[in-house]
């Protein structure tokens, strides 16, 4: 099976900065990767599909890279509605495993 | 607008069994792989099965494979979960959510519910 490696399981930062999560596939994956915003008490939000291709509705301060076996998530400018927990998540497999969470707190 | 509503989770007690449903809206179902993904008190997201536009496949995580089994329903735009030999370990919030293209598996997953709560406990 893929593992997933997301880290830092968490992180704290200010409102206006800016900050980088991993992943880290334990087999190359392409860019089958995908990452998702949990906010409290709502269902995961798609934020970035295909490693890099935003949603439609997703702010611009959110970009993601990466190919193979390592990706990263990078948010500029945090906002307020920004602190969540962040996974992500490959479809290279049939079993769609998703990293450990990154916790964004506010610092 | 696309919407996906979850139904029927409960307290059960070990070993017992319960149906979630889904409800779907505001895209032709029949054309999309659908799943199920849960999260456990103070955990991750588990992804636990799917199922293709035609129902014809299905696949499971090895923590449930055996005691779940994934179904759908084109004609009523709903999917299903039904859970047999319930496990302390099985308490989690349960969502469905939608492959993010057509006629595929290899994609995110693009629209979530609100999710449904299971709780297994005597």
């Known amino acids: 099976d893929i593992q997933m490696t997301q880290s830092p399981s968490s992180l704290s930062a200010s409102v206006g900065d800016g900050v980088t999560m991993t992943c880290r596939a334990s087999q190359d994956i392409a860019r089958n990767v995908h990452w998702y915003q949990v906010r409290p008490g709502k269902g995961p939000k798609l934020l970035i599909h295909a490693a890099s291709i935003l949603e439609g509705d997703v702010p611009s301060r959110f970009s993601g890279s990466g190919s193979a076996t390592d990706f990263t998530l990078t948010i500029d400018n945090l906002q307020p509605e920004d602190f969540a927990t962040y996974f992500c998540q490959e479809s290279y497999s049939k079993r769609y495993t998703f990293g450990r969470g990154t916790t964004l707190e506010i610092k | 607008e696309v919407q996906l509503l979850e139904s029927g989770g409960n307290l059960a007690q070990p070993g017992g069994s319960l149906r979630l449903s889904c409800t779907a809206s505001?895209?032709?179902?029949?054309?999309?792989?659908m799943t199920w993904v849960r999260r456990a008190p103070g955990k991750g997201l588990e992804w636990v099965s799917v199922?293709?536009?035609?129902?014809?496949?299905?696949y499971y995580a090895d923590s449930v494979k055996g005691r779940v089994t994934i179904s759908r329903d084109n004609s009523e735009n709903t999917l299903f979960l039904q859970m047999t030999s319930l496990r302390h370990e099985d308490t989690a919030i349960y969502y469905c959510?939608?492959?993010?293209?057509?006629?595929?598996?290899?994609?995110?997953?693009?629209?979530w519910g609100q999710g449904t709560q299971v709780t297994v406990s005597s």
């Open positions: 505001g895209f032709t179902f029949s054309d999309y792989a």
């Open positions: 199922i293709s536009w035609d129902a014809s496949v299905t």
């Open positions: 959510a939608k492959i993010l293209r057509a006629n595929t598996w290899y994609e995110g997953f693009d629209y």
